[in-house]
């Protein structure tokens, strides 16, 4: 039977999925809770692959490291794990790709901040460059808006609220476009509707199938060049010069995806990481 | 009798509920985690965390 670690501290419905296709498949999903874990610089693992679907980006970034040092695959890499997790990393991987992407200014006062929010033009979009779920978005609309958000960032206890990362905000129809992308290969994409500007589906957003257009697949295969390849879930933007990239996630929900796009979105994240396993 | 650790009220568990799954309390609507299902064990969840996501 095939053996593979799995890395996770909640069983969210995903990992629920994960497992009962697992199941199916004969695949023996070895648990890895992160809370549990002590890492010695030794391989004393029973499995020679990691499924990465750890809820806390910290934890599986150093879990990544240390067992890739020691020679086990994880799944998706360290590497991908690290740029996809910080928005400037992959704003600087797509930026050195030419991928299409949203405008960005990196700041770490409030007033080179603010002088740069002035200089893109309101409203522009504040965010977290670690985080998800639409959490700690805002949408800046005006100056007096950017000094209040700006101070308050800047006391927050964690220097990453110091890095400001502003992105350009665009006009969108009411939905962004999420496509899943697993070993090179865009599988199926959602449209994410809501009347908010933030169209996470985390924060109440309604899925809906999106085809697969060639200028889609076109984009997704070159983001997915750009960030390193795996398991990744493009969030991507219809805008007037047409699709340009947000944000990529490395370890993406997808239960309200499998049933309005018919693909078995589980299944095909075992069979690469089972792939991957043969290759290693 | 499970009770909620967080209100006491007696917990129903749902069905194909595995370890380490988050439920609701339908009374206080306290997140807990199934620690074990035998014996049958929960505590309350952790929280949300800053880094927590996709």
Redesign the interface.
């Known amino acids: 039977m095939n053996k593979v670690g799995i890395l ?5 419905k995903e990992e ?1 999925l994960i ?1 009962e296709e697992a199941q199916k498949m004969g695949v023996d999903l070895i ?1 890895v ?1 992160s809370r549990n874990l002590i890492m010695n610089g030794e391989n004393h693992y029973d499995f020679n692959i990691l499924l990465d679907r750890e ?4 934890r599986s970034l150093y879990t990544l490291q240390m067992l890739e040092s020691v020679g086990v695959k994880t799944v998706n890499s360290h590497r991908v794990a690290t740029i996809c997790g910080d928005k400037v990393s992959t704003t600087v991987a797509l930026n050195q790709a030419g991928v299409p992407t949203l405008q960005v200014k990196v700041a770490f006062s409030r007033e080179s901040a603010l002088e740069a929010i002035e200089t893109m033009g309101y409203p522009v979009v504040l965010k ?1 460059v ?4 639409g ?2 978005l805002a949408k800046i609309n005006d100056r007096d808006s950017a000094e209040a958000i700006l101070e308050h960032k800047a006391y927050l206890p ?1 220097g990453y609220h110091s890095v400001f990362y502003i992105q350009e905000y665009v006009e969108k129809p009411g939905r962004d476009i999420r496509a899943f992308c697993i070993d090179g290969k865009t599988v199926c994409a959602i449209y994410r509707s809501s009347d908010h500007w933030i169209t996470n589906t985390a924060r109440g957003a309604r899925a809906e199938n999106c085809p697969l257009t060639p200028e889609l697949i076109n984009l997704c295969e070159q983001t997915v060049q750009a960030i390193g390849g795996g398991i990744l ?1 493009v969030d991507i933007m219809e805008t007037k010069d047409g699709l340009v990239i947000n944000e990529v ?5 997808f239960r309200n995806s499998i049933d309005i796009s018919g693909v078995n979105i589980p299944a095909l994240i075992l069979e690469y990481t089972l792939k991957m396993d043969r290759l290693s | 009798m499970l009770e909620c650790p967080v209100c006491g009220t007696h917990l129903a568990m749902p069905s194909g509920v595995v370890e380490n799954e988050i439920i609701d309390c339908g009374t206080c609507s306290a997140e807990l985690e199934v620690l074990s299902l035998n014996p049958l064990s929960v505590e309350e969840a952790p929280e949300e965390q800053e880094d927590w996501g996709e």
């Open positions: 996770f501290s909640r069983m969210r629920k497992f648990r809770d809820i806390s980006h910290t977290p670690i985080g998800s779920w959490r700690l964690s879930a996630n490395h370890k993406m929900e």
